[in-house]
């Protein structure tokens, strides 16, 4: 299940990247699409605009050059005028119209007599609507005028001359004819105005969906002209084919899908492998460090064996060698019986611990109970009292008239005893001192029960006190450096503590606190 989602998660993420690299793509294909259409209404624009701006001063050169025949002589050479104004629209056929009207003023009505018209079949006369106005002008100014009449012309009027009657020459212009058909492009929305009046609009057809959305680039600009006041608007509606590219959307899309797959592939099998080797080697650390453990316990265990039974071992020894003295002699049969019973005791000790080390093979539970700690000191004095009078060494117990209660398995608390007082005894046979003493004192305190193990030999070296209770940590040539070791390991099962020092007066001290067992459940145990 856990795997299951794991993948989920995964093909989730890779989605998510996958379309927000799309998403990019997009955006920045797109971007460069409308850069480059920018870039080409800028372009375009410029080059009509370049063009528009030369045709509109050739309008004014011809009117300049008409002007000009008209001042020649007077009356004004009609023949020549109506030459020179038939050759213009032959050659600039968007010049559809050329008039020249004699205008008389009085008052404020100027009569328009026509002097020429050319090409009158596009013409209803549209000049005389515009007579007065240009009787206004300056002579020799040009303006611009628009007509109702015929909307998708601009006309030029000339004041020729400043007299009365003067002349008026009058131009239509077809802006259609402005523009060559290839100088728009196909995608070229186009138009030009007259002060906001539209006269000519060309539409690319190419209305889409994304010029909704974005914003089109257009390129608008007033020719460079004195006296016709021509914008030219140019713009390129945007298909979303020309913003997005959908082949290479797609080949992105395929390919950005296989390389995030393959990378995630690769990446997973990368990881895969590392795990797999992390856990070879761990699995051969854990085997090696079994294997250790196993090497290190069995090693632990038969020297602790040894150690635990050379003690009775020795005992039954020397005392069996001391019965068969007596026994030889004959003399003082009480002391026989006392040898036999220590070789039992000894004997008993000896099971008990084979009997204790089984348990703990077996992985069996100490048997713990109640304990009256003095009871224990007693039996372990005994134990050693032989060994300890062979090396003149005294033992003095200092214990609480009614013994403190602990918890704790009997044969476990006799070890440790029993491994202390006979450190000590070690201690004191290297010593040279006569009077050879070892003290074991037991007191209650504040619900504790403090053990102590005194002796006056030679103490214990300051660089090794840290060491001490290290497992096989030893100074004696015959020591397995495994008693203190287990020791702590006893005292501390039980929640107790041990530690050593060295006594101000000489000697090395050892302490052991465990915590006292309840009064009144000792009691009931009692
Ligand atoms: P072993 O007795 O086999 O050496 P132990 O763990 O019982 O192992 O003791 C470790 C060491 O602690 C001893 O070798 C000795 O140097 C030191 N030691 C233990 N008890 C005493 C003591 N009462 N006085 C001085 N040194 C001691």
């Not at 008409?66 to 007077?74: K, P």
């Not at 009356?75 to 038939?86: G, I, K, T, Y």
């Not at 008239?401 to 005893?417: C, G, N, R």
């Not at 005194?454 to 450096?481: H, K, Q, S, V, Y």
Request: hydrophobic share 40%; with cysteine.
């Amino acid at each position: 299940m856990t795997g299951n989602k794991q993948i989920w998660k995964s093909y989730l993420t890779i989605s998510v990247i996958w379309l927000i690299l799309l998403l990019l793509f997009v955006a920045f294909t797109a971007r460069q699409s409308i850069n480059q259409a920018r870039d080409e209404v800028k372009q375009t624009g410029t080059a009509l605009h370049r063009v528009l701006s030369q045709r509109a001063a050739q309008h004014d050169a011809h009117l300049t050059s008409l002007n000009a025949l008209i001042l020649s002589a007077n009356p004004a050479p009609v023949d020549a005028l109506r030459q020179v104004s038939r050759n213009i629209i032959r050659f600039y056929p968007r010049i559809s119209v050329i008039d020249v009207m004699l205008l008389n003023r009085t008052g404020s009505t100027v009569n328009a007599e026509p002097v020429l018209m050319v090409d009158e079949s596009e013409h209803d006369n549209i000049a005389v609507d515009f007579a007065a106005q240009v009787a206004e002008q300056k002579p020799g100014e040009v303006r611009t005028y628009l007509s109702d009449k015929l909307a998708d012309r601009y006309y030029l009027g000339k004041k020729s001359d400043n007299a009365n009657p003067g002349y008026a020459i009058f131009m239509a212009i077809n802006p259609a004819l402005m523009i060559e058909p290839d100088e728009r492009p196909d995608w070229a929305d186009l138009t030009l105005s007259i002060n906001d009046k539209i006269i000519l609009e060309q539409q690319s057809g190419l209305q889409t969906v994304a010029s909704r959305f974005l914003e089109q680039p257009v390129f608008s600009q007033k020719i460079d002209s004195q006296n016709q006041p021509l914008l030219l608007r140019l713009s390129r509606p945007m298909a979303l084919s020309d913003v997005i590219d959908p082949l290479h959307t797609i080949l992105f899309a395929v390919l950005s899908l296989i390389a995030l797959t393959g990378a995630y592939a690769l990446w997973r099998f990368q990881k895969a492998t590392r795990e797999a080797e992390q856990k070879a080697q761990l699995s051969e650390h854990e085997t090696r460090l079994a294997h250790a453990a196993r090497v290190n316990s069995m090693g632990e265990l038969a020297s602790g064996i040894a150690h635990e039974l050379t003690q009775p071992l020795t005992a039954l020894l020397s005392q069996s060698q001391a019965a068969l003295r007596l026994e030889a002699s004959g003399e003082r049969p009480e002391l026989l019986k006392q040898a036999l019973a220590a070789n039992v005791r000894e004997a008993s000790r000896a099971g008990e611990i084979l009997q204790r080390m089984r348990n703990y093979m077996s992985n069996h539970e100490p048997q713990r109970r109640r304990l009256e700690i003095n009871q224990i000191i007693r039996d372990v004095a005994e134990l050693l009292r032989t060994d300890l009078a062979q090396r003149n060494i005294s033992l003095h117990q200092q214990t609480e008239k009614i013994s403190p209660l602990i918890t704790a398995d009997p044969v476990e608390m006799e070890q440790v005893l029993y491994n202390l007082i006979r450190n000590a005894a070690d201690s004191l046979s290297q010593s040279e001192i006569s009077d050879k003493r070892i003290t074991v004192t037991a007191e209650a305190r504040g619900g504790q029960l403090i053990l102590s193990i005194a002796d006056n030999g030679g103490g214990i070296a300051d660089d090794i006190l840290p060491r001490l209770f290290e497992p096989f940590f030893t100074t004696r040539e015959a020591g397995m450096g495994l008693g203190l070791s287990l020791c702590s390991t006893l005292i501390e099962r039980i929640d107790g503590e041990i530690s050593a020092e060295n006594a101000p007066s000489g000697g090395a001290i050892f302490t052991i606190t465990i915590p006292m067992a309840e009064p009144e459940l000792s009691k009931a145990a009692e």
